[in-house]
């Protein structure tokens, strides 16, 4: 009976630590001026932080319910596919440009710097700036 009481003692330790560590990380990630996301192998962004919204006008909702490619200019697409496909075998891309549609219709160039984690997952991590644009008086930390 003693070891059930330690090991949930330990239990609740660890999930505290673990709320802690997120929390901690969530805060880091909103407070970047860049441009960060995660993306799974499927197409879509996974999370994405309050600097896209700023940047391109789309709720974070919005950013995370479609396939990525449904902002990105249609001639981009097959670069953009090409790119997917270095990740696909293990590779980071760094230095890729690519234009993504605003919510006001125009189009962006974004640059953009991407690692792969290599598991069965498939999840790509990102970060990316603004190449033709910065919007400075957007408040990056949602309230």
């Avoid at 789309?58 to 790119?83: G, M, R, V």
């Avoid at 792969?116 to 790509?124: A, D, F, K, Q, R």
Wanted: with cysteine.
């Amino acid at each position: 009976m003693e070891d059930n009481n330690n090991l949930l003692e330990e239990l609740k330790s660890l999930s505290e630590k673990l709320v802690e560590t997120e929390s901690i990380l969530s805060a880091f990630f909103n407070q970047v001026p860049f441009m960060l996301a995660v993306a799974s192998k499927d197409g879509r962004f996974i999370k994405v932080n309050y600097a896209w919204q700023c940047e391109l006008g789309w709720s974070l909702e919005e950013l995370c319910s479609n396939p990525y490619k449904y902002f990105i200019h249609p001639d981009d697409i097959d670069a953009t596919t090409e790119q997917e496909q270095r990740m696909d075998q293990g590779l980071s891309v760094k230095g890729f440009q690519n234009r993504y549609r605003h919510k006001d219709g125009t189009y962006i160039t974004i640059e953009w710097n991407s690692s792969p984690y290599v598991t069965e997952s498939g999840i790509t991590y990102t970060s990316c700036r603004i190449v033709d644009k910065t919007c400075f008086a957007c408040p990056l930390v949602k309230k």
